[in-house]
């Protein structure tokens, strides 16, 4: 069955980095794009970053451009998110999405 398994989160200062990962199962992974979104407290999940199957073209919510960088390796079947210049309006929980399924989230806090 398709699983989504993300990682990396954790409780960072503001202007500091963090790296997501997702390992991804039970799916032709290179088939597929993929995307993180994040959910703040009281707030709807929205779209953070996307990349296409091949890892050419990404794309990114304008609030995190510059800052923020996805990226997939298909032989490991993983998609990463490099996280920096974090603010606390970053802070939510970070999901994984590909193959329409979702994985479980890794919460992400910035705070002095």
């Known amino acids: 069955q398709v699983q989504l398994v993300e990682s990396g989160g954790g409780l960072v200062q503001p202007g500091g980095s963090l790296r997501l990962s997702c390992a991804a199962s039970?799916?032709?992974?290179?088939?597929?794009?993929m995307s993180w979104y994040r959910q703040a407290p009281g707030k709807e999940r929205e779209l953070v970053a996307t990349?296409?199957?091949?890892?050419?073209?990404?794309n990114y919510a304008d609030s995190v451009k510059g800052r923020f960088t996805i990226s997939r390796y298909n032989a490991e079947n993983t998609v990463d998110l490099q996280m920096n210049s974090l603010k606390p309006e970053d802070t939510a929980v970070y999901y994984c999405?590909?193959?329409?399924?979702w994985g479980q989230g890794t919460q992400v806090t910035v705070s002095s």
């Open positions: 999405f590909g193959a329409l399924r």
């Open positions: 039970g799916f032709t992974f290179s088939n597929y794009p």
């Open positions: 990349i296409t199957s091949s890892g050419a073209r990404t």
